[in-house]
Structure formats: structure tokens, C-alpha cells
């Protein structure tokens, strides 16, 4: 069994397009997170929820909307893409806010956007 | 802010040699936490090993170990025997343990270690 899932593992659209990746963990962790990866492949984080509860919103363009429809769910819808959206989106979950565990990464989807 | 700095692109070791990956991090924070994690072409992220900021002795998980020097904000990562297998981006990662926190996990630029046989 997979603890933490995302769909689609690649992506390849158009500008313009809207499009999600999808999010599942089975590990019954409350914390759930969305980094996005960039061609350098620095790693930086874009949302998390604690118990469906955003509790980080980083500087990232309002054109992103994650959804939390319960703790072990964690969606990530884009809207209007853009060549600069290109990159892998990983989605994490973590016990909670303050474990010394660290996350359990999903494997990431490759977001293509020509 | 806290930031994550590994200071080497790219390093390369011998198979069955030891190499040691550098990190240092800067907090005003007294209570952390920090990883290593593995990023191989498969591009899925495993953690390696992990330190609690409180604890003095170092971690150690098989080949891997690593030096945690609290003082001088430095977490190095010790790869020993390495295996082909080890080949792979290494990212280091600081996450803080205070009351009230995120649970932000902040990374380095990462490294990229070749194994050559």
C-alpha cells in the first residue's frame, strides 16, 4: 500500500488550461503539505493543512488553490497555466506540526505546461 | 528566517569509499530538528536520517551518520562504504520544533553525489 499517493505522476498541458493533482495519504496523519520542485530542483513549500485547516499560504500566485476535503486528502488545482508553472509537485504529510519524523513525500508529478 | 545552505553542487566518491556532505543552517531558534533526505533519479524523496537539536550524540542509521555541531550551526552528512546505489541528490532540511510552529520543512540547495565504481 502506497501512504502517500498523487495523481496524475505526469502531466503535459497547454498555457491557458486548468488542471489538479490529486492527493492521498493512509497513514492517518493530521498535516499535509504541497512543495513545488523547480528546474534547479530547490524545493520550496506552497500549503499546508493541519486537520483541513490551511495554516501555510506561501507567496504563490492566487491563480493555486489548494482544497483539503478531509485530513487524509490534499488537492492542488492550478488554474489558467502558465510556462512558468513547469516543475514536480510533491505532496508530503507529516504526523503533525511538531514531530521530529519529517514528512512521508509522495512521488511527486511532473507538470509540463508548452 | 531560518535558511538551509549545502555549500557543494556536486561531489563524487569511489564505490566502497566514504564521503561527507556538508550543511549548515542558520537559526536564532534553540529547539530543531534536521534531515538528510535522498533524492534519486526516481525522484521520490527518502529520508535518510534525522537529529533532534537537544540530543548531543550523533545519528546513525547503517552506513550513514552524521556530525551535528550545534554551535556552529554545521550538519554533515557521512556516507560510508558507499554502494552505487547511493548515487543520488541529497537535500538537507531544517524544521522547527517550537510551540506553535508550521511544520514548515526548510531545504538546501542540495548535492549532487556520483558513486563511481
Known amino acids: 500500500d502506497t501512504a502517500v499517493s498523487q495523481t496524475p505522476k505526469y502531466l503535459v498541458t497547454q498555457m491557458g488550461n486548468d488542471k489538479s493533482i490529486k492527493c492521498e495519504q493512509n497513514?492517518?496523519?493530521?498535516?499535509m503539505y504541497w512543495y513545488k520542485q523547480d528546474s534547479k530542483k530547490f524545493l520550496k513549500i506552497m500549503f499546508s493543512?493541519?486537520?483541513?485547516?490551511?495554516?501555510i499560504n506561501e507567496t504563490v500566485p492566487n491563480r493555486f488553490s489548494p482544497k483539503s476535503p478531509d485530513k487524509a486528502h490534499l488537492n492542488l488545482h492550478i488554474n489558467s497555466l502558465e510556462l512558468g508553472d513547469s516543475a514536480v509537485y510533491f505532496c508530503?504529510?507529516?504526523?503533525?506540526?511538531?514531530?521530529?519524523?519529517?514528512?512521508?513525500f509522495g512521488s511527486g508529478t511532473r507538470l509540463t505546461v508548452v | 528566517a531560518q535558511t538551509v545552505t549545502q555549500s557543494q553542487p556536486e561531489m563524487s566518491v569511489q564505490e566502497a569509499e566514504t564521503v561527507t556532505l556538508s550543511c549548515t543552517y542558520d537559526?536564532?531558534?534553540?529547539?530543531?530538528?534536521l534531515f538528510w533526505y535522498k533524492q534519486p533519479p526516481s525522484r521520490q524523496m527518502i529520508l535518510v536520517i534525522r537529529?533532534?537539536?537537544?540530543?548531543?550524540q550523533n545519528a546513525t542509521e547503517n552506513r550513514f551518520s552524521v556530525n551535528f555541531q550545534k554551535a556552529a550551526k554545521s550538519f554533515s552528512l557521512k556516507i560510508s562504504d558507499s554502494q552505487l546505489g547511493d548515487a543520488a541528490m541529497y537535500f538537507c532540511?531544517?524544521?522547527?520544533?517550537?510551540?506553535?510552529?508550521?511544520?514548515?520543512?526548510?531545504f538546501g540547495q542540495g548535492t549532487t553525489l556520483q558513486v563511481k565504481p
Open positions: 497513514l492517518g496523519h493530521d498535516t
Open positions: 508530503a504529510s507529516s504526523q503533525d506540526v511538531g514531530g521530529w519524523e519529517g514528512y512521508t
Open positions: 537559526t536564532s531558534e534553540s529547539d530543531y530538528y
Open positions: 532540511a531544517y524544521r522547527s520544533a517550537i510551540s506553535g510552529n508550521t511544520g514548515k520543512l526548510i
Open positions: 493543512y493541519n486537520n483541513k485547516e490551511l495554516i
Open positions: 537529529q533532534e537539536a537537544y540530543k548531543q
